[in-house]
Structure formats: structure tokens, C-alpha cells
């Protein structure tokens, strides 16, 4: 049985307690500013009703096994001040978030050798308060060592995909071109149907380019009908999946947008790629 602490039981993190749940075996809590009550989990296996611990305050925590960190990317800081109770001489801090930075966003609150970064690709929402929707097939991808073949353990018995990889920056970056156009659902503040548009798919597959080119200048191997094999997915999903930037800027909360689309434009000035399309979106959302 694994000691398990989940930070930031949003959408993506009641998810994971739902599997971990619905799994059994392990000894599980929940780390939250606020106590949200009761959280039923709809999963495609059914649902799931949370009874996990809960902790509100970041002096209550002992050591644990697993810290999962599930927190926007922007949260960092409020999410590493559970470290200091919760994080042991054996405790491994996993850090479920968008983007291609893991280990450098929290570089500075832990060391590095007990961060394992996971890409996360896990469909989910937070339809109202309590309810928390798994909306697709979730996976998760992790480095290849002894941290991860223990992270993948952990889920074994579910139905999430969670393997491991010896090319861990192709698995961020290539999930990094399936974020790309999200930011145009919540520039629209239109759910994953407006990709069947054609001029809205001709964007997408620009910023879905960009982030592939400079994707491949980080080192991460992808293949030149990346973009086409994505937009042809979201064409094929439920027209109505709303995904976290658009629920984000909907709901007026802040946005991953520095993290997602802002890493492209970051990365693509640091190789001299030019990324306007990437560019314009962050720009625009970071405006308003």
C-alpha cells in the first residue's frame, strides 16, 4: 500500500483519486485550501464517490510516498507549500500539469532528484460544484527509471493508460501540439466542435505546425502529419468537450496560457522559429 497526497483536486486530480479509488489499496488525501464536500466522480466505468482524507492547511500533512501535484501550472508556489509537510527523505513529487517545464517550475521548491514529470493527457471536467466528469480515454506518460515503473504501479488495474518512456520530451511536446488550439475555444469561448469550421481548422493546423517545429529544435521526434492526425481527432470528438482554457476564461479564473501556448512562443525565440499564431493567441488571452 502506497501513502498518496493529491495537491489541487480540480478536475484532472479528482479524476486520478477516482482510479485510485475505485482501485483500492492505497491510502489516500486530498490537499486542498478549501474542504469542496462531498466529490462523485463520473468515470467510464461508472461512478465514483470520494471519501478520501482531507487536508485544508499545509501544517496538518505528514510524509508520504506520493505527492501528486495536479494544480495549474500557474499554481506552483501555492502547491509547493505543502512540501514542506508532506515531502520525506523517500517521497517522490509528481507533477501532472500542461506544458513542457515541469521540472523547472519546481526546481525551486523541491530537489530535483525527487520530481517525476508526467504528461498528462486525461479529458476531464468540472461541470458544477461536486461533480467532476471523465470525458474521454485518459493516459499518462513518464520517464523510464525505478520512480517511474512505481508511478505506473500505482494505476495498475485501471483502465488510464500509464506506461513509461525513453523519450519523455517527444511525449511533452507532442502533447504540447494537441494544447496548441485549445486556446482558440477559449478565445471563442466555442466548445471542440468549432474545429469542424474550415478557417478555424486552417489556424489550428498553423498552430498545431508551430509548435511541432519548434517541438523538433527541443529534440522531440514527431512526424510531419502530427497536425492533420490531431485536428482530424478533435473533428471526430463530442462537439460539446469544453477544454480547461475555455472553462478557465469562461468562468473568469486564470488561464495556463504562459505555460501552453506562451512555451511555444518561448521556445520558438530561443531556436529562431517563428511562432505568430501561437503568439497572437497568448497575447490576446493574456490581454483579456
Not at 131 to 142: A, D, E, N, T
Request: hydrophobic share 45%; proline share 8%; with cysteine.
Amino acid at each position: 500500500m502506497a501513502t498518496i497526497a493529491i495537491v489541487g483536486p480540480g478536475a484532472v486530480g479528482g479524476v486520478i483519486a477516482g482510479w485510485l479509488t475505485q482501485r483500492g489499496g492505497h491510502d489516500l488525501t486530498l490537499c486542498a485550501r478549501h474542504n469542496g464536500g462531498e466529490l462523485t466522480v463520473e468515470l467510464p466505468s461508472g461512478p465514483v464517490r470520494l471519501k478520501p482524507g482531507m487536508l485544508t492547511d499545509p501544517a496538518q500533512g505528514r510524509p508520504v510516498d506520493w505527492v501528486l501535484v495536479t494544480t495549474k501550472a500557474y499554481d506552483a508556489a501555492s502547491a509547493a507549500a505543502w512540501f514542506p509537510k508532506l515531502v520525506g527523505p523517500d517521497t517522490v513529487v509528481a507533477i501532472l500539469q500542461n506544458g513542457v517545464e515541469h521540472c523547472e517550475r519546481f526546481a525551486p521548491y523541491v530537489d530535483a532528484g525527487k520530481i517525476l514529470p508526467v504528461m498528462v493527457d486525461l479529458p476531464s471536467e468540472r461541470p458544477g460544484p461536486g461533480r467532476i466528469v471523465q470525458r474521454g480515454p485518459g493516459k499518462m506518460v513518464v520517464p523510464a527509471g525505478a520512480a517511474g515503473e512505481r508511478f505506473v504501479a500505482l494505476f495498475s488495474g485501471t483502465a488510464l493508460a500509464v506506461t513509461t518512456t525513453v523519450d519523455f520530451t517527444s511525449a511533452i511536446w507532442r502533447k504540447l501540439c494537441l494544447n496548441a488550439p485549445g486556446a482558440l475555444n477559449a478565445l471563442l469561448l466555442k466548445p471542440t466542435g468549432v474545429f469542424r469550421d474550415e478557417a478555424i481548422g486552417r489556424l489550428a493546423l498553423a498552430m498545431m505546425c508551430e509548435a511541432l517545429a519548434v517541438g523538433r529544435a527541443e529534440g522531440a521526434v514527431l512526424e510531419d502529419t502530427l497536425p492533420e492526425t490531431l485536428l482530424a481527432a478533435f473533428r471526430s470528438a463530442p462537439p460539446d468537450g469544453i477544454n480547461s482554457l475555455h472553462a478557465d476564461r469562461a468562468a473568469g479564473r486564470p488561464m495556463e496560457i504562459d505555460a501552453r501556448n506562451g512555451a511555444i512562443v518561448r521556445f520558438g525565440r530561443k531556436h529562431g522559429i517563428p511562432t505568430p499564431c501561437n503568439e497572437m493567441a497568448a497575447t490576446l488571452l493574456a490581454g483579456g
